[in-house]
Protein backbone atom coordinates (compact mmCIF):
# COMPACT_ATOMS: atom_id res chain seq x y z
CA UNK A 1 0.00 0.00 0.00
CA UNK A 2 2.60 2.31 1.05
CA UNK A 3 4.81 1.22 -2.18
CA UNK A 4 1.97 2.18 -4.19
CA UNK A 5 1.10 5.34 -2.68
CA UNK A 6 4.83 6.11 -3.25
CA UNK A 7 4.87 5.00 -6.82
CA UNK A 8 2.11 6.82 -7.32
CA UNK A 9 3.41 10.23 -6.32
CA UNK A 10 6.71 9.83 -8.16
CA UNK A 11 5.44 8.68 -11.04
CA UNK A 12 3.20 12.13 -10.99
CA UNK A 13 6.24 14.31 -10.38
CA UNK A 14 8.04 12.39 -12.97
CA UNK A 15 5.24 13.18 -15.88
CA UNK A 16 5.33 16.60 -15.13
CA UNK A 17 8.65 17.94 -14.30
CA UNK A 18 11.25 15.18 -15.62
CA UNK A 19 12.88 17.13 -17.87
CA UNK A 20 13.46 20.34 -15.67
CA UNK A 21 14.53 18.49 -12.43
CA UNK A 22 16.74 15.54 -14.59
CA UNK A 23 18.89 15.13 -11.10
CA UNK A 24 15.39 14.10 -9.44
CA UNK A 25 14.42 11.81 -12.65
CA UNK A 26 17.48 10.32 -11.85
CA UNK A 27 17.26 10.04 -8.20
CA UNK A 28 13.65 8.48 -8.78
CA UNK A 29 15.20 6.00 -11.08
CA UNK A 30 18.18 5.18 -7.80
CA UNK A 31 15.45 5.08 -5.57
CA UNK A 32 13.22 2.46 -7.43
CA UNK A 33 15.89 0.41 -8.34
CA UNK A 34 17.13 0.57 -4.93
CA UNK A 35 13.95 -0.09 -3.28
CA UNK A 36 13.63 -3.02 -5.91
CA UNK A 37 16.67 -4.62 -5.26
CA UNK A 38 16.51 -4.38 -0.58
CA UNK A 39 13.21 -5.78 -0.74
CA UNK A 40 14.72 -9.03 -2.91
CA UNK A 41 17.41 -9.18 -0.53
CA UNK A 42 14.76 -9.48 2.27
CA UNK A 43 16.48 -7.01 4.44
CA UNK A 44 15.64 -6.64 7.98
CA UNK A 45 14.07 -4.55 9.71
CA UNK A 46 11.55 -3.64 7.18
CA UNK A 47 12.43 0.22 7.32
CA UNK A 48 15.90 -0.70 6.08
CA UNK A 49 14.84 -1.08 3.06
CA UNK A 50 13.39 2.91 2.58
CA UNK A 51 16.79 3.74 4.02
CA UNK A 52 18.58 1.55 1.31
CA UNK A 53 15.85 2.90 -1.46
CA UNK A 54 16.88 6.61 -0.18
CA UNK A 55 20.46 6.02 -0.35
CA UNK A 56 20.62 4.65 -4.03
CA UNK A 57 18.00 7.90 -5.15
CA UNK A 58 20.53 10.03 -3.27
CA UNK A 59 23.56 8.80 -5.04
CA UNK A 60 21.67 8.87 -8.17
CA UNK A 61 21.07 12.06 -8.26
CA UNK A 62 24.75 13.36 -6.86
CA UNK A 63 25.84 11.30 -10.04
CA UNK A 64 23.04 13.06 -11.93
CA UNK A 65 24.40 16.19 -11.17
CA UNK A 66 28.27 15.75 -11.92
CA UNK A 67 28.24 13.46 -14.32
CA UNK A 68 25.11 14.36 -15.70
CA UNK A 69 25.41 12.33 -19.46
CA UNK A 70 26.73 8.91 -17.94
CA UNK A 71 24.10 8.80 -15.23
CA UNK A 72 21.24 9.70 -17.76
CA UNK A 73 22.53 7.42 -20.39
CA UNK A 74 22.30 4.37 -17.27
CA UNK A 75 19.19 5.88 -16.26
CA UNK A 76 18.18 6.02 -20.17
CA UNK A 77 19.07 2.31 -20.49
CA UNK A 78 17.46 0.99 -17.55
CA UNK A 79 14.11 3.22 -18.43
CA UNK A 80 13.98 2.21 -21.73
CA UNK A 81 14.46 -1.86 -20.63
CA UNK A 82 11.81 -1.80 -17.35
CA UNK A 83 9.12 0.12 -19.09
CA UNK A 84 9.45 -2.57 -22.40
CA UNK A 85 9.69 -5.27 -20.07
CA UNK A 86 5.70 -4.02 -18.37
CA UNK A 87 5.22 -2.93 -21.20
CA UNK A 88 5.02 -6.53 -22.91
CA UNK A 89 3.93 -8.21 -19.51
CA UNK A 90 0.72 -5.70 -20.33
CA UNK A 91 0.46 -7.35 -23.50
CA UNK A 92 0.34 -10.54 -22.14
CA UNK A 93 3.62 -11.20 -23.41
CA UNK A 94 4.82 -13.72 -20.32
CA UNK A 95 7.69 -16.52 -21.90
CA UNK A 96 10.85 -15.37 -20.24
CA UNK A 97 12.84 -15.15 -23.16
CA UNK A 98 10.51 -12.68 -25.09
CA UNK A 99 10.22 -10.26 -21.98
CA UNK A 100 14.31 -10.81 -21.63
CA UNK A 101 14.29 -9.44 -25.62
CA UNK A 102 12.24 -6.80 -24.18
CA UNK A 103 14.23 -5.70 -21.81
CA UNK A 104 17.51 -5.71 -23.53
CA UNK A 105 15.83 -4.01 -26.86
CA UNK A 106 13.92 -1.52 -24.58
CA UNK A 107 17.58 -1.07 -22.72
CA UNK A 108 19.35 -0.38 -26.08
CA UNK A 109 16.50 2.27 -27.34
CA UNK A 110 16.66 3.70 -24.30
CA UNK A 111 20.46 4.06 -24.31
CA UNK A 112 20.58 5.72 -27.99
CA UNK A 113 18.08 8.11 -27.28
CA UNK A 114 19.85 9.77 -24.71
CA UNK A 115 23.15 9.63 -26.64
CA UNK A 116 20.93 11.02 -29.98
CA UNK A 117 19.16 13.45 -28.74
CA UNK A 118 19.54 14.18 -25.39
CA UNK A 119 16.40 17.59 -24.66
CA UNK A 120 13.53 14.99 -25.78
CA UNK A 121 15.12 11.60 -24.54
CA UNK A 122 14.69 13.69 -20.99
CA UNK A 123 10.92 14.73 -22.08
CA UNK A 124 10.29 10.98 -23.47
CA UNK A 125 12.14 8.55 -20.89
CA UNK A 126 10.42 10.60 -17.88
CA UNK A 127 7.37 10.57 -19.09
CA UNK A 128 8.06 6.52 -19.97
CA UNK A 129 8.85 6.19 -16.20
CA UNK A 130 6.01 8.40 -15.15
CA UNK A 131 3.29 6.57 -16.80
CA UNK A 132 5.25 2.85 -15.95
CA UNK A 133 4.98 3.91 -11.84
CA UNK A 134 1.57 5.32 -12.21
CA UNK A 135 0.33 2.39 -14.23
CA UNK A 136 1.90 0.20 -10.94
CA UNK A 137 0.71 1.72 -8.69
CA UNK A 138 -3.10 1.99 -9.56
CA UNK A 139 -2.56 -1.55 -10.97
CA UNK A 140 -4.31 -1.75 -13.90
CA UNK A 141 -3.60 -5.18 -16.23
CA UNK A 142 -4.41 -5.98 -20.03
CA UNK A 143 -5.95 -3.51 -22.77
CA UNK A 144 -6.70 -1.27 -19.86
CA UNK A 145 -3.36 -1.05 -18.31
CA UNK A 146 -1.86 -0.77 -21.68
CA UNK A 147 -4.28 2.24 -22.40
CA UNK A 148 -3.56 4.22 -19.46
CA UNK A 149 -0.35 3.79 -19.62
CA UNK A 150 -0.17 5.26 -23.45
CA UNK A 151 -2.62 7.87 -22.23
CA UNK A 152 -0.20 9.08 -19.35
CA UNK A 153 2.59 8.73 -21.37
CA UNK A 154 1.26 10.98 -24.05
CA UNK A 155 -0.07 13.45 -21.20
CA UNK A 156 3.12 13.54 -20.21
CA UNK A 157 4.73 14.56 -23.01
CA UNK A 158 2.21 17.01 -23.85
CA UNK A 159 2.66 19.01 -20.30
CA UNK A 160 6.31 18.32 -19.95
CA UNK A 161 7.03 19.87 -23.68
CA UNK A 162 4.41 22.81 -22.69
CA UNK A 163 6.07 23.76 -20.08
CA UNK A 164 9.27 23.96 -21.01
CA UNK A 165 8.51 25.26 -24.89
CA UNK A 166 9.23 28.74 -24.12
CA UNK A 167 12.05 28.43 -20.89
CA UNK A 168 15.08 27.65 -23.62
CA UNK A 169 14.25 30.51 -26.48
CA UNK A 170 16.94 33.60 -25.53
CA UNK A 171 15.06 36.92 -25.54
CA UNK A 172 17.09 39.69 -27.94
CA UNK A 173 19.22 42.07 -26.08
CA UNK A 174 16.87 45.50 -25.58
CA UNK A 175 18.68 48.27 -27.15
CA UNK A 176 18.66 51.36 -24.37
CA UNK A 177 19.89 54.94 -24.83
CA UNK A 178 22.40 54.10 -22.30
CA UNK A 179 23.91 51.51 -24.55
CA UNK A 180 24.63 52.42 -28.15
CA UNK A 181 24.15 49.87 -31.01
CA UNK A 182 27.50 48.15 -31.84
CA UNK A 183 29.38 49.48 -34.56
CA UNK A 184 29.89 46.92 -37.64
Given amino acids: MVMNLINLVLGIILLTTGKKLYWL ?3 VIGFI ?10 LNPPWL ?12 AILAHFLQHLALSLVGFLVG ?21 A ?3 GGIVGLLLVSSAFDWSLYILSSWAGATLVTQAIDLQGTVGTVVFF ?14 RNQNKKKPAEITPETPPAKK
Fill in 25 to 27: FVG
Fill in 33 to 42: LGMGLATQLV
Fill in 49 to 60: VYVVALGAGILG
Fill in 81 to 101: AYGAFLLAGLLGITAVPSTWM
Fill in 103 to 105: FII
Fill in 151 to 164: ALFVLGMIIQVGLF
